[in-house]
């Protein structure tokens, strides 16, 4: 009965993962994923060095014949090993920083448009996060509801806020997770570089109805944007 049940959940749970956080479509994503990877290669490095040592020390000093009745001599002090365990940490820390810190710069700088940004050159598109739906206004004014429609290679600025509680824009193919607070503006910037379907979500928790908080991206050329902007 307990296996039937956990299989039961882990069907669930999978066919409920429509949405691929390390499939990055934009520039945006590439950064993001890329530290993902970086981190993860760290841990995974971390965790290999720790799990030989823990096998071989396992073995070399297991307790085996008279050796199991014998109280072994205290260990002395080893300034090299605690010298070395206490730097190698800190620079495992320094390799995932500096890309971190460059990496939240330059986005940072995107979105501002100071130190070389593109601020100037983004089409801006405004969103409005509210129980239980987003809504999307472009730069002519054409509003659409829980449908957001981008053009390929264009560098978009997006001008969130909300209309009653904290809701969270995300779309993981294209972007990072953003708070929309009421009552104040945050931005993101990103540049999708394929064209395509993608789903986007409220990543908050905002209520009964928070699984209604999502919405489709679409991706799409020049022309076909424009064609849709300019259609009523």
């Known amino acids: 009965m307990n296996k ?3 299989s039961f959940f882990v069907i669930a749970f999978l066919t409920g993962c429509q949405m691929r956080v390390l499939n ?7 950064t993001l994923t890329n530290l993902i990877y970086l ?16 096998v071989y020390f396992l073995r070399k000093f297991r307790e085996k014949g008279e050796a199991k009745f014998n109280i072994p001599p205290d260990e002395k002090e080893n300034k090299w090993l605690e010298i070395t365990w206490t730097i190698v940490p800190v620079l495992l820390l320094a390799i995932l920083a500096v890309p971190t810190v460059k990496a939240t710069y330059d986005l940072t700088s ?3 448009g100071s130190a070389g940004g593109s601020k100037g050159d ?5 969103v409005v996060g509210q129980q239980y ?6 730069e002519n004014g054409k509003e659409s509801y829980d449908e957001l429609v981008l053009p390929v290679d264009q560098e978009v600025q997006f001008r969130l806020t909300s209309n009653d509680v904290i809701h969270s824009f995300w779309i993981p193919n294209l972007s990072g997770k953003i ?3 009421p009552g104040k503006v945050t931005k993101l910037s990103f540049k ?10 409220c990543a908050e928790f905002c209520g009964a109805e928070h699984t209604l908080m999502r919405f489709e991206t679409k991706v799409m050329s020049q022309e076909s944007f424009e064609n849709w902007v300019q259609e009523e």
């Open 122 to 126: 983004a089409m801006i598109v405004e």
């Open 192 to 201: 999708p570089r394929v064209e395509g379907a993608y789903q986007g979500k």
């Open 4 to 6: 039937r049940v956990l």
């Open 24 to 30: 990055p479509k934009s520039d945006t994503a590439d």
């Open 110 to 112: 995107k979105v501002s």
């Open 39 to 54: 981190s993860f290669g760290i841990m995974m490095l971390v965790l290999i060095i720790v799990f030989v040592l823990f």
């Open 179 to 181: 708070d929309v607070l």
């Open 133 to 138: 739906n987003w809504k999307f206004t472009y």
